[in-house]
C-alpha cells in the first residue's frame, strides 16, 4: 500500500464526515462528545496537515509556490501533496467551525432544528455556514420562563403597591 496523494486523500474525507455526520444527526451522543466535541477529529486532521505541509517545505519542492501573491498560490498547488495539505486544512477549520457553532448553540439554547442548517453550509461553504450561524446567534433569543418574585417573608408572589 503506497500513501500517495490519492490514497490519504480518500481516508481523510471519511475522518471530516464521521465528524459532520455526529454533529448532525447525534449531536447529544456520548461517543459525539468523545470524538468530535473534545477536538479529537480536527486534531487527527491537525496532525495530518501537519505533516503534509511539513515535508513540503522540508522536501524538494520546498521553493516552488507560496502565499504571498495568488500566482504563488496557484503555484504551490500545483504539487499534489500541497493541494492535499490545503484540502485538509479546509477539512481541520471547517470541522472546528461547526463544533463551535455547536457547542455555542448549546450554550445559548439554540434548537438543533435552527443550527442544523449552519452545519451543514459550514461543511459545504465554510463562511456561509459561519454567517449564517452568526446571524441565527444574534437574532434567536430562547424565551426565558418567567417565576414571579416571592417576598423574603412571604412564599406567595410578590404583588405591587399602588
Not at 27 to 51: F, I, K, Q
Not at 55 to 65: K, Q, R, V
Not at 100 to 116: F, K, N, T, Y
Request: glycine share 10%.
Amino acid at each position: 500500500m503506497a500513501f500517495t496523494p490519492d490514497f490519504l486523500f480518500s481516508l481523510a474525507n471519511p475522518v471530516a464526515m464521521l465528524g459532520w455526520a455526529l454533529l448532525v444527526l447525534a449531536p447529544r451522543w456520548v461517543g459525539t462528545r468523545r470524538v468530535v466535541l473534545s477536538g479529537a477529529l480536527p486534531l487527527v486532521l491537525a496532525a495530518a496537515y501537519a505533516l503534509l505541509i511539513g515535508s513540503h517545505y522540508l522536501g524538494a519542492h520546498a521553493s516552488e509556490g507560496g502565499f504571498s501573491s495568488l500566482q504563488g498560490v496557484a503555484a504551490l498547488f500545483q504539487s499534489p501533496w500541497a493541494l492535499l495539505a490545503g484540502w485538509v486544512h479546509y477539512l481541520c477549520f471547517d470541522l472546528g467551525i461547526g463544533i463551535w457553532e455547536s457547542l455555542d448553540a448549546r450554550r445559548r439554547g439554540v434548537p438543533h432544528v435552527l443550527l442544523v442548517p449552519c452545519l451543514l453550509l459550514t461543511f459545504l461553504f465554510g463562511p456561509v455556514g459561519l454567517l449564517l450561524y452568526a446571524g441565527v446567534r444574534r437574532f434567536y433569543h430562547p424565551v426565558a420562563a418567567v417565576a414571579p418574585q416571592l417576598s423574603a417573608t412571604s412564599h406567595h408572589p410578590k404583588t405591587s403597591e399602588a
